[in-house]
């Protein structure tokens, strides 16, 4: 692997000696601190960072780069949340502005994709009184029956605090309940920032870090995995990004349930936080990178390509990231509405392995649970040379 080349030479040559010190401690597979990480943000290159995060990727996965086929269903976009950052959801007051499916337009959904090979459905959505513990419990049943081996990922721990409060139930008795319903997993949404001086400015109401980390421990230890991301890029400083991550840490220590780590960008269109620059590519690619180093008990860093494009998608591919999420083949409209590089969020198998191909990774696709279902490293598809889903890669001048 050439990085490890390139990390002894950072050992051997750079002036920096705490760069040294970190540089070091990946090669040798120790874990870094907390000052390394605000150094890194704070005094490392984006290359300098790179160089490190792409050593570890290679080291736990090749040039392997996963991805599922899967659909995103949104139940409403109407919230008693009035989240800063949202551009999403529509208050109670703007009812008329947004959608509020029932069960059977849900299902309608689930059933337009019975003759495609999807293998997981993704659901989350605002927050309303009729979405409740009857409506997911009732709803989870009905994918179950009519599609046994759909891989159920829903809800966040928002949702979940929520709807458990309103039951009057503890946070064990109500995921005990969505799992005997069919819950299969836990996406990683609603994790925004974990500091209270952040996160009361930003989701004031929601849940809080503490309560989105027990409602997680509780899945973890009822055997079943998720996903954790971290919002990044609108109020909060670089200290408030690792002690997110530290607190993500800590939790996998203890559990080993979270999969997959997901950086999520602050897109600024449509919502309270508008006058926010976003964080430019670099910082994007630095952010990546910062991840993949700080948690090594992840397995997996995912860049959600609808939220930053494909272009930035295939270099983040050099910083860590080994899993770009799906084909998304679907009508998610949570980040399309902020502003994300891709308005019409869709890809086929044939794109989404050709983008990751023309930056040479080789595409995995998996499950949810990360087996494999198709390599296709060696797969050639006839129209290999008239795919027009690849855009050229931008120089990054670091």
Known sequence: MQDSNKIGHIINNSESGKLKEVARKVYDQERISDDDALF???DASLSEVGILANHIREQKHGDKTYFNRNFHMEPTNVCLYTCTFCSYSRLIKKREEGWEYSLEDMMEIVKGYDDQAVTEVHIVGGVLPQY?????TNLFKAIKAHRPALHIKALTPVEYHYIFKKAKMSYQEGMETMKAAGLDSMPGGGAEIFHPEIRDQIAGGKCSGDQWLEIHRIWHKLGHRSNATMLYGHIENYEHRVDHMRQLRMLQDETKGFQTFIP???????????????????????NYAISRIYLDNFDHVKAYWPMIGRETAQLSLSFGVDDLDGTIDDTTKIYTMAGSEEQNPSLTTEQLVQMIKRVNRYPIERDTLYNVITDYKDVVFESDKEFRGYLELPVINN
């Not at 409740?132 to 997911?136: G, I, L, S």
């Not at 999520?264 to 630095?286: A, M, P, T, W």
């Open 40 to 42: 890194l943000f704070q």
């Open 132 to 136: 409740d513990v009857e409506f997911y």
């Open 264 to 286: 999520l960008k602050f897109r600024n269109k449509g919502n309270q936080l508008s006058h926010l620059e976003e964080s430019v590519i670099v910082e994007d690619l630095k």
